[in-house]
């Protein structure tokens, strides 16, 4: 669909909001979004595309809701979305479903220091610790854990073998050899995880956090998991190595909040290998869809990445074991 600052407005009328004043579509990689300006205010509007893979069905937005209110009722840093006229917070135009929150004023550090990065880590267990056995009424159907991985990657393997994409044959052959290797037993702590907690989703005020963003991924999972994927966005150097004084900085701060437990001490170093696989393996198929500057990080995640986590893997447990 063609959304015109027409559209925009019929969406705007069924808020009792002030009259929109100005409104600019903003640049992103999968949802769309606008920023509007009404009454003094600044607003967000988000929708999904109407197809895979970033569409998500109304239910599927209700769940984000579900979570997004939960959190503010818990002070947690998130915006609430806003209720239109008949007190519906999820929106559906179309084939489009998404909700319209008021816009944080913020920015994320690409680079963030090790005292940013241990203050994230307090962020993000004291989120662990609130959505710990916490589930939504609704479903989310897109699911991003290893079961779900390893099944999808049977149609994926097809894709990328038929493909153009450099060294297809060995992308295929190592990363069935690593996700195969991997399990995370069903014990481990659970709850409804953001999925994608990388530097670019956290806003900051100077030295403060003032929102966490975009929960379009979130699912009822491993706790684990999601530090896994965590730790990939926040303790890398470059994008190209392992750096354990900010993995120290990141889970000392973390376990102020919350304790690990034994089990997710013994899967982290594992769920940062899955959560560097899982991005390897989104990349390659982003990259064969049309983006192909993203080929690069797909081999280098896949080839060189997974080898420096396994380079680091006693240095990962002893600070893990560290009192």
Excluded at 46 to 73: C, F, G, K, M
Excluded at 108 to 137: C, D, M, Q, W, Y
Aim: net charge neutral.
């Amino acid at each position: 669909m063609n959304f015109t600052g027409d559209k925009i407005k019929v969406i705007w009328s069924s808020f009792a909001l002030p009259g929109i004043g100005q409104i600019k579509r903003m640049d992103a990689s999968g949802n769309l979004f606008w920023l509007i300006g009404a009454g003094g205010q600044k607003y967000l509007l988000r929708l999904s595309p109407a197809e895979e893979p970033r569409y998500r069905s109304p239910e599927e937005i209700s769940a984000e809701v579900e979570l997004l209110d939960y959190l503010v009722e818990n002070n947690f840093p998130v915006e609430k979305p806003i209720k239109d006229k008949n007190g519906q917070a999820v929106i559906t135009f179309g084939k489009h479903a998404g909700y319209l929150r008021k816009y944080t004023e913020g920015v994320f550090e690409e680079n963030p220091s090790l005292a940013k990065i241990e203050k994230f880590g307090r962020l993000l267990g004291r989120f662990h610790l609130a959505v710990e056995n916490f589930k939504t009424k609704n479903n989310r159907e897109h699911i991003w854990d290893l079961k779900e991985t390893k099944k999808n990657f049977i149609d994926d393997k097809t894709l990328i073998l038929e493909s153009n994409f450099t060294d297809k044959e060995k992308f295929v052959k190592v990363f069935e050899r690593e996700i195969n290797a991997l399990d995370f037993p069903d014990e481990l702590p659970q709850g409804t995880i953001h999925e994608d907690l990388g530097t670019r989703h956290v806003l900051w005020e100077k030295e403060e956090i003032v929102s966490v963003i975009d929960f379009d991924r979130c699912y009822y999972g491993k706790l684990v998991l999601d530090l896994g994927q965590a730790c990939r966005g926040w303790c890398l150097e470059n994008d190209q190595r392992w750096n354990n004084g900010k993995f120290k900085a990141l889970i000392g701060g973390y376990r102020e909040k919350r304790e690990l437990a034994p089990l997710e001490k013994t899967c982290l170093a594992d769920a940062i290998k899955f959560g560097i696989l899982e991005r390897s393996l989104s990349f390659c198929l982003r990259s064969i869809s049309g983006q192909k500057s993203l080929e690069e990080y797909a081999r280098q995640s896949l080839f060189n990445l997974t080898q420096e986590l396994e380079n680091n893997r006693r240095l990962i447990n002893d600070i893990l074991n560290q009192n």
